[in-house]
């Protein structure tokens, strides 16, 4: 099964964003709902963070591209079972892809990714150049 | 051999039984669960994103298996959210098992917030009844 997902355009979406609780159909909601994984973005005045949901999977498994203010996270969710007869599936499984753009171009070689329960916390610097900056004012 | 764990739909509504009693209602979500059988086991994986092992609960009574995951609270002071398609929440789900199950020796376990359970089926014995003459 191949999960893909569009480019999300953060500044064209109503903030803050509440969803409704999709519960276990989630994935199977069809255009327009969340896709896998699903995501949180944080901001401050340094850093963006970002928080993904990906319970599975362990480091080397997951990918991350970042350029400017572009975000891909991509991976494949594998099953372990073999030899075992299928009773009920609703977990999301196959390859999957997910590009969102964020709210500041971020450095990229600073960024820090730490995996947790399944819990992947992305930490990305905010480019020094978009920084706000202070203006002195001169003259009278 | 057909073996099965039944939904318990009632059981499920409840969004806050004791367990669930946080300082600030947390929501609770029902966690996404795969199901597999082979001739020995049942096995119940599920996503519980944030669970790990100290803060998962697995219990039965009767014949019910309730599962339980409490998420910590993230540390978000200073960040503002910009975007958001998941709440913080806890996971909770109710199945009902069937006879065939050996609830002594059901197994769970959790790793990066997949738990899994095994529930091994019991083999059905013949217990032979005497019979005495009156």
Same mark, same amino acid.
């Given at each position: 099964m191949y999960l893909t997902n569009f480019l999300h355009n953060i500044q064209k979406m109503p903030l803050p964003l509440f969803l409704p609780d999709l519960g276990s159909d989630?994935?199977?909601s069809g255009y327009g709902a969340p896709s896998f994984p699903a995501l949180q973005i944080y901001a401050n005045t340094e850093?963006?963070?970002v928080r993904a949901e990906i319970p599975g999977l362990t480091r080397d498994e997951i990918s991350l591209s970042i350029t400017d203010?572009?975000?891909t996270i991509s991976g494949e969710l594998k099953s372990a079972m073999a030899d075992v007869k299928i009773i009920r599936r609703e977990r999301a499984a196959g390859m999957f892809q997910k590009t969102v753009e964020l709210p500041s171009p971020v450095d990229a070689d600073k960024a820090e990714a730490v995996l947790k329960n399944g819990i992947l916390e992305i930490t990305l610097p905010i480019r020094e150049s978009v920084k706000p900056r202070e203006i002195p004012v001169t003259g009278e | 051999m057909e073996t099965t764990i039944t939904q318990n739909t009632a059981m499920e !509504?409840?969004?806050s039984g004791e367990a669930v009693k946080t300082e600030k209602?947390? %929501?609770?979500? %029902?966690?996404s669960v795969d199901i597999f059988s082979d001739e020995k086991n049942i096995y119940i994986e599920g996503d519980a994103p944030g669970v790990d092992e100290a803060s998962l609960?697995?219990?039965i009574e009767k014949n019910v298996l309730t599962v339980f995951g409490k998420t910590p609270r993230p540390d978000l002071d200073g960040f503002t959210l910009k975007y958001s398609e998941y709440r913080y %929440? !806890?996971?909770k789900r109710q199945f009902e098992l069937n006879a065939d199950i050996d609830a002594n020796a059901i197994e769970a376990s959790i790793k990066n917030g997949v738990f899994k359970i095994k529930l091994p089926i019991k083999i059905p014995e013949v217990k032979k009844i005497t019979v005495h003459s009156g």
């Open positions: 989630f994935l199977e850093h963006v963070l203010d572009v975000l | !509504n409840q969004t209602q947390a %929501r609770v979500y %029902r966690p609960e697995v219990s %929440r !806890n996971f």
